[in-house]
């Protein structure tokens, strides 16, 4: 087989991410309330020219910094509003995130540790659909997890044992550039995640100083001076208003809960074990039982280190022309110290920890909360699929395990088509959520060919079982994440516009509809952006037009349309200047004609 050079291992990499992650993007409309409403900030910075301050509904906006929103906001700059542009930066993220834990783990472990980092990242499945979506989380936690790798590259640990002085500044101060980036995409949490695992390290440590004080100032610098750009702007322009609803905003998401996002204090275990499938699987595996070398390994680095004593060159996989080849002894795993690879280890296990900690004890419970262990699972995962791939054996019970999960998977996309096409099976359970019901009204076609997505997640499991049931490891990993990648994609091309099809569609479709007309389109006793986004609301002119009780009594200039949940029916009919027009799917639309 043709050899590969590192720079070609690398473009191909980035051209199957562009596959798997661009196609489709704008195939379905965004979903509330988190895509809908960053995309719909970016186009309020497109419609009012004011790229400085996130406002949403024309009014600021304290949650969020604004750099993701300027990364959208140029996407639609360039492709237009819509669906596509809002979520072309993920894909685009989902590409470079790809190739730097290729580089990284090569750099850490070997090409073959790199290669085996991408496959379980894009091969499981909330890492991989993430890079699909319009929201934060993607660039955040890259941005947090390069600032946590300089910031090791800075300490005086075993890991960067053999950098220089100089080495270990830059480093300091890339961490810094990475940390102030993250802040600027999602406010303080960017510090508070590496701080506390910076802490626990610490203890671990026994309390002895790890990293050169100077070295931190110098870190905490350059972090303050990436958003104190923004933040100095702001201040300037509009006082400190932001900044204090900022800082009050962050401390009631971590200290209460959020629009009814609750959950019990396992919700992000199990977020992680199932979403994160099939890599979850081998990262508990390696948290129960670390993986060692096989004794060939541990040959191969003997023979190397023999070779460096005798001033030959060492073959420990990586040769000198950055060329990739399928020999068995070039694949394998450099010679890194024991101490040094426990570092690496142990860091990262700190940041799974931390991030699963902090977030199960955190009020609010959203899937995406704990979206950063996805890096530190992915690489406990790669060190098991080494270790298998250089002559280690599977657990039985991690085989097992591997089957529930992937069975849930396949019931899931295998029922979901039938249920579809016999809604009245549903309907029992929903009798007490009118809302619900109405949502099973929506006209959704379903052909029974969704069902492939099943079928296909069958096969993984079936060529899953079948290769390490014969210990044929290789071929296993390859099929199993490989396949699951594909699986993602084949879901999402089936069911997600279906899905959207029964929660949101009828209204999106009715925000879409009034795009041009000169009116005023609210939502009442429910919470959405579609309304702005969708109907392409321009700049508010008058002031009154904040008020709803003002747009649903007070002398307005145009039409207001009003749309509400079949649940709020009653309550919204005893407007007196509300007038129905029409139901659809769950959803209410009311008129007012202006005096």
């Known amino acids: 087989m043709r050899k590969l050079s590192k720079l070609q291992v690398q473009l191909m990499i980035a051209l199957v991410a562009a596959l798997l992650f661009i196609p489709g993007l704008g195939a379905v409309h965004l979903f509330d309330w988190d895509e809908i409403n960053f995309a719909e900030i970016a186009r309020e910075m497109l419609a009012t020219n004011n790229w400085l301050q996130p406002q949403i509904g024309y009014v600021p906006f304290h949650e969020k910094p604004p750099l993701f929103m300027w990364m959208q906001a140029g996407s639609m700059s360039a492709f237009g509003v819509n669906e596509f542009a809002a979520r072309l930066p993920n894909a685009l993220c989902g590409i470079i995130t790809l190739l730097v834990l290729f580089r990284i783990g090569m750099r850490m472990r070997g090409r073959l540790f790199g290669l085996l980092w991408v496959l379980a990242y894009v091969g499981s499945i909330l890492p991989h659909l993430y890079f699909r979506s319009g929201i934060i989380d993607p660039w955040f936690n890259l941005f947090i997890f390069l600032g946590f790798l300089a910031f090791i590259h800075m300490s005086d640990t075993a890991v960067s044992a053999d950098l220089s002085s100089r080495q270990k500044n830059i480093a300091a101060a890339l961490a810094g550039l990475w940390l102030g980036l993250a802040v600027l995409t999602k406010g303080p949490v960017g510090i508070l995640i590496p701080a506390l695992g ?15 004080i100077p070295r931190v100032l110098l870190m905490f610098a350059v972090l303050l001076i990436v958003p104190g750009i923004w933040f100095g702007a702001d201040l300037l322009q509009n006082g400190p208003t932001f900044i204090t609803a900022f800082f ?41 039982k670390r ?15 023999g070779a460096q004593a005798a001033g030959q060159q060492p073959d420990n996989g990586q040769p000198d022309n950055g060329q990739l080849t ?31 900690i902090l977030f199960s004890l955190v009020q609010t419970k959203i899937v995406h909360y704990s979206s950063l262990a996805y890096f530190p ?47 009245e099976l549903l309907a029992p359970l929903l009798k007490n959520d009118a809302f619900a019901q109405g949502n099973l009204m929506a006209e959704v076609h379903w052909t029974g060919w969704e069902a492939l997505a099943g079928v296909w997640m069958v096969v ?16 296993g990993i390859i099929s199993l994440f490989g396949g699951t990648a594909l699986f993602v994609t084949i879901t999402l091309y089936y069911f997600i516009n279906n899905i959207e099809g029964y929660s949101q569609r009828a209204a999106v479709e009715f925000f879409q509809q009034r795009q041009g007309e000169n009116c005023y389109v609210i939502t009442k006793n429910y919470k ?63 008129k007012r004609q202006a005096p």
């Open 248 to 288: 009050w905003r962050q401390v009631a998401m971590l200290s209460s809960e959020d629009a009814g996002h609750g959950g019990f204090i396992g919700y992000h275990f199990v977020v992680l074990l199932i979403g994160c499938f099939p890599a979850s699987i081998f990262a508990l595996q390696e948290m129960l």
């Open 198 to 212: 910076a802490l626990v390290y610490w203890v671990m440590n026994r309390f002895r100083l790890y990293v050169s």
């Open 326 to 356: 399928t020999d068995n002894r070039q694949l394998t795993t450099p010679a890194l110290s024991a101490v040094e690879g426990d570092n690496y280890r142990k860091w990262m296990l700190i940041l799974f920890w931390v991030v699963l």
């Open 528 to 590: 959405s952006y579609a309304q702005w986004f969708y109907s392409l609301t321009p700049p508010l002119t008058d002031p009154h037009a904040y008020s709803e009780e003002w747009l649903l009594h007070g002398e307005v200039d145009r039409p207001v349309y009003v749309v509400c949940k079949v649940t709020s029916a009653e309550e919204v009919a005893t407007i007196p200047t509300l007038k129905e027009i029409g139901r659809k799917n769950g959803f209410v639309f009311w």
């Open 291 to 305: 993986a060692r070398p096989p004794l060939s390994v541990l040959d191969c680095a003997r023979t190397d280190k």
């Open 377 to 423: 699972l992915t690489f406990l995962a790669a060190l098991q699929l080494e270790h298998l791939w250089n002559g280690g054996r599977a657990t039985l019970w991690s085989r097992l395990l591997m089957g529930a999960i992937g069975t849930l998977f396949a019931l899931v996309t295998l029922l979901l088509p039938y249920l579809g096409m016999h809604p």
């Open 460 to 475: 993984i499991l079936y060529l899953g079982h079948r290769f390490f049931s014969r210990a044929e490891y290789r071929s």
